[in-house]
């Protein structure tokens, strides 16, 4: 399931739309965006990992990303490439992802399946849209610790929360 969160600086009128997790489409993104890899639209570097590393995975769940310059949010897939840590389970031909969504079959590596079976090999650079800097991630975890405390890159004002959180899938 994912999350909207509505932020807003109450000193400029700066506005967020933080879009995080993962839905039922989620088989259709991992795949949609591995081939997209593959096909070195995201850059050589993961090109070069799911090349040399073909039981590799990456994780296309959304998170904000925050860039360390100019300090503007977007909301990114993660992309962080994994190595498995142990042998994988056997997939069930049969499962399914969700009931509205089956994908019965698909090829793709779940969030959860990432974090017990595989291990971070390297995260992926995101660059911001708009100053070109680095961007540093900022998990759904970290997001819900953090989202009282993060600032306007406008003003610097600290953000405040509107009242509708909306759970998306």
Same mark, same amino acid.
């Given at each position: 399931?994912?999350?909207?969160?509505?932020?807003?600086?109450?000193?400029? *009128?700066? =506005?967020?739309?933080?879009?995080? *997790?993962?839905?039922?489409?989620?088989?259709?993104?991992?795949?949609?965006?591995?081939?997209?890899?593959? !096909? /070195?639209?995201?850059?050589?570097?993961?090109?070069?990992?799911?090349?040399?590393?073909?039981?590799?995975?990456?994780?296309?769940?959304?998170?904000?990303?925050?860039?360390?310059?100019? *300090?503007?949010?977007?909301?990114?897939?993660?992309?962080?490439?994994?190595?498995?840590?142990?042998?994988?389970?056997?997939? !069930?031909?049969?499962?399914?992802?969700?009931?509205?969504?089956?994908?019965? /079959?698909?090829? #793709?590596?779940?969030?959860?399946?990432?974090? =017990? #079976?595989?291990?971070?090999?390297?995260?992926?650079?995101?660059?911001?849209?708009?100053?070109?800097?680095?961007?540093?991630?900022?998990?759904?975890?970290?997001?819900?610790?953090?989202?009282?405390?993060?600032?306007?890159?406008?003003?610097?004002?600290?953000?405040?929360? *509107?009242?509708?959180?909306?759970?998306?899938?």
């Amino acid at each position: 399931m994912g999350k909207v969160y509505k932020l807003y600086c109450d000193n400029c *009128g700066y =506005e967020l739309e933080a879009t995080l *997790g993962v839905g039922f489409l989620f088989p259709r993104v991992y795949k949609e965006t591995l081939d997209e890899a593959r !096909d /070195g639209k995201l850059g050589d570097r993961i090109q070069t990992f799911l090349r040399e590393h073909p039981d590799g995975a990456i994780d296309c769940s959304l998170v904000l990303a925050q860039c360390i310059y100019c *300090g503007q949010y977007e909301t990114v897939h993660d992309l962080t490439m994994y190595l498995p840590k142990k042998k994988l389970p056997t997939k !069930d031909p049969n499962q399914r992802w969700s009931i509205a969504m089956p994908f019965c /079959g698909a090829d #793709y590596v779940a969030p959860w399946d990432l974090r =017990e #079976y595989y291990k971070a090999f390297a995260a992926y650079p995101h660059t911001c849209k708009h100053c070109g800097g680095d961007m540093k991630l900022i998990t759904e975890k970290t997001f819900e610790r953090r989202r009282h405390s993060l600032k306007c890159p406008n003003c610097r004002s600290k953000l405040n929360e *509107g009242l509708d959180v909306i759970l998306w899938d």
